[in-house]
């Protein structure tokens, strides 16, 4: 069993930025792959970015505005969020894909407003 829990999040101006955290229950060098991902009121999940193998993958909506990275020794996944949008508010949460199994974390809510 892997569990996943996120922090970092809260209510943010527009333009502003936040650091999300995902910290890890076991060691996460070897994960294949890892994401976060995000879901407004009324909308469903979508991506926001994914890293696996030291390759990046992020939604067009939020490229050259936020960025993924982890930290090995600290077991612990980041989403760094900058030029926030009220667009960007939402529950986001983190995944870690470990064979055969996905497995998410209870999310943090985003909120963007003035």
């Known amino acids: 069993q892997v569990q996943l829990v996120e922090s970092g999040g809260g209510l943010v101006q527009p333009g502003g930025s936040l650091r999300l955290s995902c910290t890890v229950s076991?060691?996460?060098?070897?994960?294949?792959?890892m994401g976060w991902y995000r879901q407004a009121p009324g909308k469903q999940r979508e991506l926001v970015a994914t890293?696996?193998?030291?390759?990046?993958n992020y939604a067009d909506s939020v490229k050259g505005r936020f960025t993924i990275s982890k930290e090995n020794t600290k077991n612990t996944l980041y989403l760094q969020m900058n030029t926030l949008k009220p667009e960007d508010t939402a529950v986001y949460s983190c995944?870690?894909?470990?064979?055969?199994?996905?497995?998410w974390g209870q999310g943090t809510q985003v909120t963007v407003s003035s």
């Open positions: 890293l696996s193998a030291g390759s990046t």
């Open positions: 995944n870690a894909v470990v064979p055969p199994r996905t497995y």
């Open positions: 076991r060691k996460i060098f070897s994960i294949y792959l």
